[in-house]
C-alpha cells in the first residue's frame, strides 16, 4: 500500500511538536464526512487491494471472507480466534504460494496483451506521418516545435496523457494542471527517444510497446505486457550543466629541466 499519505501525517505531528508555543499551530484540514467519507474509506480499500505484495486478485471469496474476519476482528480490537505469531511461518508459506500464483497469471495476461500490442502498433505505425524505429517506438508529430530539442542529458518540463489500446486514460497530468518534470534520460525509454525528437512549443504521440515501457511487470492502473500511447506537449527544456573541465596533470620534472 502506499505510505506517503501516512508519511505525511507523522511529519506534520513532528511539525506541530515543534511548533514555537507563541505561534498557533496551523489548522487541520477539515476529514470528510457522511457520503464523501464513506467514498474515501472505499478508495483506500481499493487501494490496499492494489497494492498489497500478493495481489489479491489471487485469492477466491472464501479466502478473502477469512482475511476480512482477521482485519475486522484486530481492527476493532475483539478477542483474536487464533494466536497471529504462532501462525508466522504459514503466512510465509501462504504468501509465497500466493505470489506464484499472481505470477503466473501475471505472465498468461501479459503474452496476450503482447499479441494485441503487437497488432496495435503494426496499425498506428502503418497510418499517415507514422515514424516507427528500430525499438519499436511509433512517432507522431502533432505540431511542429520551434524551440529547444533535448538530450537525454537535459531536464524537460512537459504535460502528457497516457491511455491504454482501448483509450482507458491511466495518468494525465492535464487533469491536475500541473506540468511533469524530469530528466529525461531517468524515465522509460520509449519516452527517452522520442521526447527527444521534439522541439519545444512542440506536441507529439508516442506508441510505446512493452519493451520499452513497463514490460510484464503489471502497475495498479497498467496491465502487464501492456502497449501504451501517451500524447506529449513540451513545454521547456533545461539544459544540463556542461561537464567540468579536467584537472591539468602535474608538470613532469624531468620535462621542466628538473631533477625527475
Known sequence: MKTLPLLCLALSGVALAQTPPQEKPPKPAALPTGDELNKTLYAFGVLIAKNTPVGMSAMDDEQLAELKKGLFDAALKKELA??????DAKVGQF??????????RQKELAVKERAKGAEYAAKQAAETGAQKSQSGL???????????????????????????????EFDSSFKRNQPAEFPLGGVIPCWTEGVQKMKVGGKAKLICPPDIAYGDAAQPTIPAGSTLTFEVEL??????????????????????????
Open 235 to 260: 513545454l521547456e527544456v533545461k539544459k544540463a550543466p556542461p561537464p567540468p573541465a579536467p584537472t591539468p596533470s602535474p608538470a613532469n620534472p624531468a620535462e621542466q629541466g628538473g631533477v625527475p
Open 82 to 87: 487464533v494466536n497471529a505469531q504462532e501462525f
Open 138 to 168: 511509433v512517432y507522431f508529430e502533432t505540431q511542429a516545435g520551434t524551440g529547444d530539442q533535448p538530450t537525454s542529458m537535459d531536464t524537460v518540463k512537459v504535460h502528457y496523457r497516457g491511455t491504454l489500446m482501448d483509450g482507458t
Open 95 to 104: 504468501l509465497k504460494q500466493r505470489q506464484d500464483v499472481f505470477n503466473a
